[in-house]
């Protein structure tokens, strides 16, 4: 939904499986702490390109940080499934 609402592919978008993936764990003072990072090919009625995404996974849950595509960011701060950062995805 988040990259839809963007409009940068057009009105239907659909991703590919994850060619690139890394993260990193920490522990601090007994926190662990996990960061995420994503990419995936990204389809759309318009266009295509290539996203990026990054989330850190800690106590608290799952922290969506950033998306972007073809290196340029995609803003998640607006309406989305329950009001969460959320990202339904379609294959």
Do not use: H, W
Request: hydrophobic share 25%.
């Amino acid at each position: 939904k988040i990259l839809t609402r963007s409009g940068r592919l057009g009105s239907r978008v659909e991703c590919g499986p994850v060619f690139s993936q890394s993260y990193s764990s920490m522990n601090i003072n007994g926190q662990q702490s996990t960061q995420v990072q994503l990419q995936f090919q990204v389809k759309g009625d318009q266009r295509s390109g290539t996203a990026s995404c990054s989330a850190s996974i800690g106590p608290d849950g799952v922290s969506f940080r950033s998306l972007s595509v073809d290196g340029q960011a995609i803003d998640t701060s607006g309406p989305s499934a329950g009001g969460s950062n959320v990202m339904d995805v379609e294959r």
